[in-house]
Each structure stands twice: as C-alpha cells, then as structure tokens.
C-alpha cells in the first residue's frame, strides 16, 4: 500500500499530461477564437473615445455663466453610468493588445497603461470619489496623448 500509493497519482499525472499535450496541439493548428471587427479607427471612434468623454465629463468642475458647476454625478445612476464607462475604457486596453492590433513593445505599454487608468476610475467612481475620478481621468487622459504622439501619424499639431 505504502508503495503503490504515489504511483497512482504519478499514473493520474502522465495521463493528464497527454490530454494537455492533446489540446495544446490543436490550439496551435486551430485558428484563435477571436476575430477583431473594427479596424483601429474604429475601435477609437466607437469605444475608447464614448468612453472616455463620460468619465471626463463627469470629473472636475467647469465655469460656466451659472458659476462654477461641479461635474460629478449626484446621483447613483450616474455613477454607475461612470463605472461602466470605466470598465469599458480599462477593458479596451486588453482589445487593443490583440494581435493583429499592436504596434509594438510601447504600443503593449500603453495599451496596459489604459487598463490600468481605467481601473482607477473604476474603483473612483464605485467609491464615488470624485477627487480620485479626477485624478483617473487625467491619467487616462495622457495615456492618449502618449500613444497619440507616437502612433497616430496622421495626427494634425495645429488641432
Ligand atoms: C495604444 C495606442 C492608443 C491608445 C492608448 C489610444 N489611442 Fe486613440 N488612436 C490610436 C491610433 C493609432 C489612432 C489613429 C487611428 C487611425 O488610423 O485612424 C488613434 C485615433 C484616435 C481617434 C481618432 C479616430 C478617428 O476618427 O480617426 C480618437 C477619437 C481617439 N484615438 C481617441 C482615443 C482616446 C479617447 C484614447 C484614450 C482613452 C485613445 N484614443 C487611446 C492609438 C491609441
């Protein structure tokens, strides 16, 4: 007993083993399991940049002819309102990572910088701290302009 009790997971071992090395082969032959839909432009236009308005709009204060209007939401509606923005925005520097997406090492960085921002104003907004959504907000804010800066060639300076 005392002998042929390790022998059994050993066994166990060896046969899962085999099953692993079954399913690694087929993902390397299969194709992936995703399939992007929107080009770059797109994935701007229609995620990152809705995204990022609703937490820039609901951060900071502005003056206006009323006087000085705090952009924090008062509600919880719009809070949640700013947390799901916040995901959407954080998640879409995982799409951006998708191959096919990248454009290199700094581009990867950057893409991590967005989730990580987006993370902030994630957590900010569920604490409905609008000290830190600010401070999100501003991160993310130059995550966009460094990528900008680097990525977007046909990026006009007098705009
Ligand atoms: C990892 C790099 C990267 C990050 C991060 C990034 N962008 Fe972009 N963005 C680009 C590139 C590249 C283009 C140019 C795409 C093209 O060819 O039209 C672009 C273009 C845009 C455009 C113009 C789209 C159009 O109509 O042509 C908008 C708007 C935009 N980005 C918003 C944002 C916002 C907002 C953020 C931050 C929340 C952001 N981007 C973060 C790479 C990035």
């Not at 992007?36 to 990152?48: C, G, N």
């Amino acid at each position: 007993m005392r002998r042929s009790f390790p022998t059994i997971p050993l066994a166990m071992a060896f046969a899962a083993g085999i099953v692993l090395a079954g399913c690694a082969d087929r993902t390397t032959e299969a194709e992936q399991p995703y399939r992007a839909v929107a080009d770059i432009h797109q994935t701007m236009e229609f995620i990152l940049d809705p995204a990022a308005d609703v937490i820039w709009d609901s951060a900071g204060t502005i003056i206006t002819a009323q006087g000085r209007e705090e952009l924090a939401p008062t509600t919880d509606e719009g809070w949640a309102g700013v947390v799901r923005a916040a995901v959407t925005l954080s998640e879409a520097g995982n799409l951006l990572m998708l191959p096919g997406r990248t454009g290199g090492a700094d581009w990867i960085e950057y893409s991590q910088a967005l989730v990580d921002a987006g993370e902030l104003a994630m957590q900010a907004a569920q604490a409905k701290d609008s000290d830190a959504l600010f401070d999100a907000g501003g991160r993310i804010f130059q995550v966009c302009k460094a990528c900008h800066t680097q990525y977007w060639v046909e990026v006009d300076e007098s705009q």
